[in-house]
T-cell receptor, first 117, second 111 residues
């Protein structure tokens, strides 16, 4: 199946610093990528939809200045958590959809665990 | 928006069948997915069903859809310890549309 890679898989940072998480589709082109956040023992909450070459669409309640999303190419989207605080600690997961629609399958990355001290 | 409900926990013995149920509210959902998440990992697509189907079988997996009642179920035959994971029901549209995840059902398989 298609592969989506996230990097880093685990990051620990100090409060006030910014952290960038990358999401790459390794063997297909993805015009649309989605960023999710998952708290312990909870479901995935969609944060934003990232479209190649245009601004991301954020879900209600998600601060766009806090969570910067850039989708500069058909294979890469980045999520930057700016001025991170302990409450931003979470598991962030991206997914990507193929350009050619098909079954509508979403391919998920392995997730990036952020811990803010 | 779409509401998706699943039971939180299911425990079965190895070799038995597991049935995970899901209800949803958006009748316009076109694709209904089941995802599996192992601890600390991302999600893996298990199977999906189109909204115009009642049943889909894929090896040990059987998906049943009652569109009238907006009820989806996933049956795992001959459940193995490797099936222990969290299973998410996720109705949605095509690939460019949002998929809404249920809270996930944790399946525990007892050897």
């Amino acid at each position: 199946g298609a592969v989506v890679s996230q990097h880093p898989s685990w990051v620990i940072c100090k409060s006030g610093t910014s952290v960038k998480i990358e999401c790459r589709s390794l063997d297909f082109q993805a015009t649309t990528m989605f960023w999710y956040r998952q708290f312990p023992k909870q479901s995935l909450m969609l944060m934003a939809t990232s479209n190649e070459g245009s601004k991301a669409t954020y879900e209600q309640g998600v601060e766009k200045d806090k969570f910067l999303i850039n989708h500069a190419s058909l294979t890469l989207s980045t999520l930057t958590v700016t001025s991170a605080h302990p409450e931003d600690s979470s598991f962030y997961i991206c997914s990507a959809s193929r350009v050619a629609g098909g079954t509508g399958e979403l391919f998920f990355g392995e997730g990036s665990r952020l811990t803010v001290l | 928006g779409e509401d998706v409900e699943q039971s939180l926990f299911l425990s079965v013995r190895e070799g038995d069948s597991s049935v995970i149920n899901c209800t949803y509210t958006d009748s316009s959902s076109t694709y209904l997915y089941w995802y599996k998440q192992e601890p600390g990992a991302g999600l893996q697509l298990l199977t999906y069903i189109f909204s115009n189907m009642d049943m889909k079988q894929d090896q040990r997996l059987t998906v049943l859809l009652n569109k009238k009642d907006k009820h989806l179920s996933l049956r795992i035959a001959d459940t193995q310890t490797g099936d222990s994971a969290i299973y998410f029901c996720a109705p949605g549209g095509g690939g460019y549309q949002k998929v809404t995840f249920g809270i996930g059902t944790k399946l525990q398989v007892i050897p």
